[in-house]
């Protein structure tokens, strides 16, 4: 069976993202999966192996990892040269989509973003137009190139004994034009991470002020849920700008999405209508999020949100 | 600095949007078409730059005829020209072909720095900086959501999920920037009557010397199959808040087992 190469997306804090593990799923069905891994790959391979994948190419050294993209897209650039996978998948996130557009070129090769499913012969599905459209395309020159939405699918575990394989990459100087000097975290407690959590809470311009927040985190605690707030409360300064959801912002399609003072603009719903299960807190019961949301309360959030808390609270 | 800023003319994401039947690309020509949102701020940031270190600003775009509405827009705001690159055979080209007409283009226009927003609303695939710079063989940053010149010498503030990164890099460069970067100009009157005698070259696929079968539908290396519209959300129970809409809302939530 060929070998599907899936460019694992980690971070120090995470591990591997869920999203990696709906790629190993993904990659069962197409072939035999074979991550990619920049980095240090020690404390990724339990979580790699588990999930299913049969190799891990590692590339590590300054060379790949203090630039930025360039080198990794030459580095799986050359994998593919190497191993003539099915197929090349990678995460639907900035640097996932970056790669694959340099792979694209360097290959002269189709790639599809922003897919929720591939077919066992490469045929993607994607959502398009902020949730009102479903597109299944094809690559028609070279091997499928695709970017792969995080939230798509289960991950299902499929345990396996990866051996791990040094990969050597040769840069050019091109590769090495923009360096990565710093690299600053700011996160914000141990909560999951926007994109991938299974439950979202977010606030909007209703929230009134940075500090009446901690109400939204709270509730997002109580549920293990990720904070997101929409583009007016973001442009209001009120939450930092990487937790905005919407068209300017994250995508995100959690199993519940908790909207606490969002009217609901179209920009808003083009990051969060493709969520399972919608609810929403407004004092305005006219407010647009109403029309799609599976249970809405027309309230005073200032009300309703502590005694939602609360009454969790007691439940557990 | 001779800064090119990439432009892109969209539908308006707020209104609604579809994929042609004919041919399963955009639908361009009835909808109602805007600039992209995201380009504005690239424009914001190359005036703010030649203010403060002179140069001259190009607006590129590629795409049909109807665009120049959206050129004459950028304009307004105040770059110096425009660069629009129009050709039929253009229609239904991919990303990997549109990367190759825009490196094309900004081969005749000797830039040192080329800014654009960091995706469309159209399809926010957010590759072609990086596709640009893999042709030019230049530097890329990325997702800035702040740019510093000095010199030669840029540095940028990358947002990423946890936080961000410090980017750094010699001109030429494609630089991609966030709506968190500054905050737009509206055109004034005057600018919007300098505009219209602002010049505007136009490019063919010939003047670029790029056989028209390698891009557009002829030569795009991914192909829509199919499209359907999702069926939009329909709303389920809402109700007033009465004293207990905070329990009640938990009692739901207990029920589809979130709690």
Not at chain 1, 62 to 73: F, G, R, T
Not at chain 1, 91 to 109: F, M, P
Not at chain 1, 148 to 153: E, G, H, L
Not at chain 1, 197 to 216: E, P, Q, T
Request: charged share 20%; net charge negative.
């Amino acid at each position: 069976m060929a070998e599907v190469l899936v460019v694992v997306e980690a971070s120090p804090a995470a591990g591997v993202k869920k999203v990696t593990l709906e790629m190993l799923t993904i990659a069962r069905t197409i072939g035999s999966p074979s991550a990619v891994v920049f980095g240090d790959a020690a404390a990724l391979t339990d979580k790699l192996a588990e999930y299913g994948a049969e190799k891990i190419y590692n590339a590590t050294g300054d060379d790949v990892e203090n630039y930025l993209v360039a080198p990794k897209a030459t580095a799986v650039a050359a994998l593919v040269q190497q191993v003539q996978p099915a197929a090349v998948l990678l995460a639907s996130t900035q640097e996932g989509k970056e790669i694959a557009g340099r792979l694209a070129v360097k290959l002269d090769n189709g790639l599809l973003t922003d897919a929720v499913d591939v077919a066992a012969d490469g045929t993607a599905t994607q959502v398009v137009f902020a949730g009102a459209g479903i597109v299944k395309s094809k690559v028609t020159r070279g091997l499928p190139i695709v970017t792969i939405r995080p939230n798509s699918t289960t991950p299902e575990p499929a345990p396996a004994t990866p051996a791990i394989e040094p990969l050597a990459v040769t840069v050019s100087e091109s590769d090495k034009l923009t360096k990565v000097v710093e690299r600053v975290s700011e996160q914000k407690g141990s909560r999951p991470e926007l994109t991938e959590a299974s439950i979202v809470v977010s606030g909007g311009r209703g929230v009134g002020n940075a500090d009446n927040f901690k109400l939204v985190e709270e509730l997002a605690d109580l549920l293990g849920a990720a904070v997101g707030a929409s583009r007016a409360a973001v442009d209001s300064g009120f939450y930092p700008h990487q937790f905005q959801v919407g068209q300017t912002g994250k995508t995100v399609s959690p199993q519940l999405y908790v909207a606490l003072g969002i009217s609901g603009a179209i920009q808003h719903r083009a990051g969060m209508q493709t969520s399972k299960t919608i609810v929403a807190v407004n004092k305005d019961a006219e407010a647009p999020i109403f029309e799609l949301a599976d249970y809405g309360v027309v309230g005073d959030l200032f009300k309703v949100v502590p005694q939602a808390a609360d009454e969790i609270r007691k439940r557990k | 600095m001779n800064i090119v800023v990439l432009v892109k003319q969209v539908p308006d994401s707020g209104a609604e949007r579809t994929l042609s039947s004919s041919d399963n690309t955009v639908e361009r020509a009835s909808a109602s078409n805007v600039i992209n949102e995201m380009d504005e701020y690239a424009i914001e940031e190359a005036l703010k730059i030649k203010e403060a270190h002179g140069g001259e600003v190009t607006v590129l775009t590629m795409g049909p005829a109807g665009a120049t509405e959206s050129i004459r827009k950028a304009l307004s705001m105040g770059p110096d020209k425009a660069v629009h690159v129009q050709d039929d055979a253009l229609h239904g080209s991919c990303a990997v072909a549109t990367s190759k007409v825009l490196a094309a283009a900004l081969g005749t226009l000797n830039a040192d720095l080329v800014l654009c927003g960091a995706e469309s609303t159209d399809g926010r695939v957010q590759v072609m900086p990086h596709m640009l710079a893999e042709r030019l063989g230049i530097a890329a940053l990325t997702g800035a959501r702040k740019l510093t010149v000095e010199g030669s010498q840029l540095t940028a503030e990358r947002q990423t999920d946890e936080g961000y990164e410090v980017v750094t890099a010699p001109t030429p460069a494609v630089v991609s920037v966030w709506d968190t970067i500054n905050e737009p100009r509206y055109p004034s009157f005057k600018g919007i009557m300098a505009a219209k005698k602002k010049p505007v070259q136009a490019l063919s696929l010939s003047d670029l010397g790029i056989d028209a079968s390698s891009v557009g539908a002829a030569g795009a290396t991914s192909e829509v199959l199919e499209y359907s519209k999702r069926p939009p959300r329909s709303a389920g129970t809402k109700i007033t808040d009465e004293g207990e809409g905070g329990a009640q809302l938990v009692a739901y939530l207990t029920t589809e087992k979130f709690v």
